[in-house]
């Protein structure tokens, strides 16, 4: 799973590490090095890897920063691939130490790391950096309400869709659902309630909705016909994350779709023969049963 990589001078550890404790404690993935090591191959090849691997390169800057040797080379690292869109980068700059570039995103924490500004901080962070967590109660995470007593809460995402798992506020996700609702939004505008009928469709009481949406285009959920590699792209993120949250022996997968017919095909094909399957097909206000494939 991806993370929020942590980039700093030990000489600025004691603020750091308040940080990053009051990130793991609002559920923020974060990877940090703790360890005061000699620069070497080893050690570049498991920095290069752990910043490859990061959704955030978060960069304490500051006097101590500019002039370490480990800040350097996680920097020109997280640099390129910030270029090439592949990692989103936040500065947070601890002192008046100009950083050398423009375009990168900054918060201002020059005014020390009391527990005030460390909260401030943290609840300034996107809350879609944040890790889902199946020990919490859905209501006890970051959520919006969409419908009655049902929350959706951020999953997981990549560059061009995302994923939110939807339950009630007091549920905990299992690690084996036994019905897991999948609802594709990659078409119609985003403001577009869905979710409201798929939830009035569901036909059982394990209520569980995997929602899944695609790049959006101005107001509108729009996959481009010309960009083959998105539409793979989303198709594997769909069966990557029906994978993380159900089950095949035990989980049966509802398909709900606003969906072109040609992306819930490469969707639905490779799961047929190992997942029990149900597709619904829209009419009227709500979602009816359309097609069942049990497991082969």
């Given amino acids: 799973m991806s993370h929020v990589f942590i980039s700093y001078s030990r000489k600025n550890s004691e603020c750091v590490y308040s940080v990053v404790e009051e990130m793991k404690k609002s559920d923020f993935p974060v990877w940090v090095d703790l360890e005061s090591i000699s620069i070497t191959n080893v050690w570049l090849e498991k920095i290069e890897q752990a910043i490859t691997e990061a959704r955030v390169f978060m960069l304490f800057w500051s006097a101590e920063a500019q002039e370490s040797d480990y800040v350097t080379h996680e920097l ?36 020390g790391c009391s527990p005030i500004t460390v909260k401030n901080l943290v609840n300034s962070l996107p809350k879609d950096w944040k890790q889902f967590s199946r020990s919490k109660m859905l209501g006890k995470q970051s959520h919006t309400v969409v419908d009655g007593e049902f929350v959706s809460v951020f999953f997981d995402r990549n560059a061009y869709c ?83 949250v159900g089950n095949q022996s035990t989980t049966t997968v509802h398909f709900y779709t606003l969906t072109p017919n040609a992306l819930l095909g490469g969707v639905t094909m490779p799961l047929y023969r190992f997942w029990h399957v149900k597709l619904y097909n829209f009419v009227a206000s709500k979602y009816v049963p359309l097609i069942e494939l049990s497991r082969t």
């Fill in 76 to 111: 020109h690292i997280a640099k390129k691939l910030s270029i090439e869109s592949k990692i989103e980068v936040l500065v947070v700059m601890l002192d008046n130490t100009p950083f050398p570039l423009d375009y990168i995103q900054a918060y201002n924490m020059k005014s």
């Fill in 162 to 244: 995302k994923a939110y798992i939807v339950g009630k506020q007091n549920s905990k996700l299992p690690d084996k659902p036994e019905h897991l609702a999948v609802a594709l939004q990659f078409y119609r505008p985003t403001n577009s309630d869905m979710l409201g009928s798929v939830i009035s469709s569901l036909p059982s009481g394990d209520n569980w909705i995997l929602h899944i949406t695609g790049p959006v285009v101005k107001d509108n959920y729009e996959l481009d016909n010309n960009k083959p590699s998105q539409w793979e792209s989303c198709r594997k993120f769909i069966v990557e994350n029906i994978q993380k």
